[in-house]
């Protein structure tokens, strides 16, 4: 049976988690994405064990989604660990220092590896690995740095490069921009594969299963990762994207289609879950039922665990759809009509 979740942020009451629990359980849900930043790492160790286990205790899988954590993952969050630990730090093509960690710095790991420990103690069953990647410019909307800078230049990724490659790192001069060569982009690849296999690899080893949603872009974009090399990794269980159509200006039924072909043909062939996320912010008014049409189509397809981000349109965020109740009566509906067809 196909299996249906929804993110969840942005309440720290148990009293409102618990009237959302029966509101998420009637909305035809099996599985909660709780988002765990730092911020709870250290301010709502108590809390976020109590959602955790009252989600578990309603029958619901409970995942960890490392939200934003070090820069490293999706999410509207600031990173703590960034300030603390500059030295940690990605640099850019540019020279600044990126305000997200580097995957090769020690410090990283032990923090990553520190957040596993916390997520799975406090009940989490599923780890799910939320868009990883590099700093990337033009998702800051503080405009920190050029579209065309990316990572990383740091003195650790200097040495490793001309170790791999035996030659420098490219460094570009006074109003220069560089570009990203094969050895670059193969270079910043190895960094995260290597990365995740160690993270993955943990989280299994402690007991719990590992889900990751990747881009869903071209191979050629600086910010993808080889789907390939990353769903060969052990630990791994359930492998997805999340195809926003809204927020690609996408046609939805093409663009799911195309996107879930691409994840069929990386998760058959290793037997994981197909995962599927569609949007539920930023939805224009008389669109929803868009909603219906792409989570069925990504069944269709072979999705076998679908999920939407977030619950109510987003309404407790910027960005929030339009008509914020009608994306997750759509949703809710969708997800009974899927589930019992």
């Given at each position: 049976?196909?299996?249906?979740?929804?993110?969840?942020?942005?309440?720290?009451?148990?009293?409102?988690?618990?009237?959302?629990?029966?509101?998420?359980?009637?909305?035809?849900?099996?599985?909660?994405?709780?988002?765990?930043?730092?911020?709870?790492?250290?301010?709502?160790?108590?809390?976020?064990t109590q959602f955790f286990q009252k989600t578990r205790n309603?029958?619901?899988?409970?995942?960890?989604?490392?939200?934003?954590?070090?820069?490293?993952?999706?999410?509207?969050?600031?990173?703590?660990?960034?300030?603390?630990?500059?030295?940690?730090?990605?640099?850019?093509?540019?020279?600044?220092?990126?305000?997200?960690?580097?995957?090769?710095?020690?410090?990283?790991?032990?923090?990553?590896?520190?957040?596993?420990?916390?997520?799975?103690?406090?009940?989490?069953?599923?780890?799910?690995?939320?868009?990883?990647?590099?700093?990337?410019?033009?998702?800051?909307?503080?405009?920190?740095?050029?579209?065309?800078?990316?990572?990383?230049?740091?003195?650790?990724?200097?040495?490793?490069?001309?170790?791999?490659?035996?030659?420098?790192?490219?460094?570009?001069?006074?109003?220069?921009?560089?570009?990203?060569?094969?050895?670059?982009?193969?270079?910043?690849?190895?960094?995260?594969?290597?990365?995740?296999?160690?993270?993955?690899?943990?989280?299994?080893?402690?007991?719990?299963?590992?889900?990751?949603?990747?881009?869903?872009?071209?191979?050629?974009?600086?910010?993808?990762?080889?789907?390939?090399?990353?769903?060969?990794?052990?630990?791994?269980?359930?492998?997805?994207?999340?195809?926003?159509?809204?927020?690609?200006?996408?046609?939805?039924?093409?663009?799911?289609?195309?996107?879930?072909?691409?994840?069929?043909?990386?998760?058959?062939?290793?037997?994981?879950?197909?995962?599927?996320?569609?949007?539920?912010?930023?939805?224009?008014?008389?669109?929803?039922?868009?909603?219906?049409?792409?989570?069925?189509?990504?069944?269709?397809?072979?999705?076998?665990?679908?999920?939407?981000?977030?619950?109510?349109?987003?309404?407790?965020?910027?960005?929030?759809?339009?008509?914020?109740?009608?994306?997750?009566?759509?949703?809710?509906?969708?997800?009974?009509?899927?589930?019992?067809?």
């Amino acid at each position: 049976m196909i299996e249906t979740g929804v993110s969840y942020f942005a309440n720290g009451w148990l009293h409102h988690f618990e009237r959302d629990l029966e509101d998420i359980l009637a909305h035809n849900c099996t599985y909660i994405v709780h988002c765990f930043s730092e911020n709870e790492m250290v301010f709502a160790r108590q809390r976020t064990t109590q959602f955790f286990q009252k989600t578990r205790n309603a029958g619901l899988g409970c995942w960890a989604n490392p939200w934003a954590v070090m820069g490293l993952f999706g999410g509207e969050q600031f990173s703590a660990f960034v300030p603390r630990n500059p030295d940690a730090c990605q640099m850019l093509s540019t020279g600044q220092r990126a305000p997200a960690a580097c995957p090769s710095a020690p410090e990283t790991r032990a923090a990553m590896r520190l957040w596993l420990d916390m997520a799975i103690d406090f009940g989490a069953d599923t780890i799910f690995w939320d868009e990883p990647h590099l700093y990337i410019p033009d998702w800051d909307d503080l405009h920190f740095a050029p579209d065309s800078a990316f990572a990383c230049f740091c003195p650790r990724c200097r040495d490793s490069f001309q170790s791999r490659f035996g030659q420098p790192l490219p460094q570009a001069g006074p109003g220069q921009a560089l570009s990203l060569q094969p050895e670059m982009r193969q270079h910043r690849e190895d960094l995260m594969v290597d990365f995740l296999s160690e993270m993955i690899g943990y989280a299994h080893d402690k007991g719990a299963k590992n889900a990751i949603t990747l881009l869903p872009v071209d191979d050629e974009a600086n910010e993808s990762l080889p789907w390939d090399r990353i769903a060969d990794l052990r630990g791994l269980d359930i492998f997805g994207t999340d195809p926003y159509w809204f927020l690609h200006d996408k046609d939805c039924e093409s663009f799911v289609h195309e996107q879930m072909k691409k994840t069929m043909a990386v998760c058959e062939s290793r037997g994981l879950t197909p995962h599927f996320w569609a949007q539920g912010f930023g939805i224009p008014s008389g669109r929803e039922d868009e909603l219906e049409t792409g989570f069925t189509v990504a069944v269709e397809r072979g999705a076998q665990s679908i999920a939407v981000w977030g619950m109510h349109g987003n309404a407790a965020w910027d960005g929030a759809s339009e008509n914020p109740e009608k994306v997750w009566d759509v949703v809710g509906t969708t997800f009974g009509k899927l589930r019992n067809p």
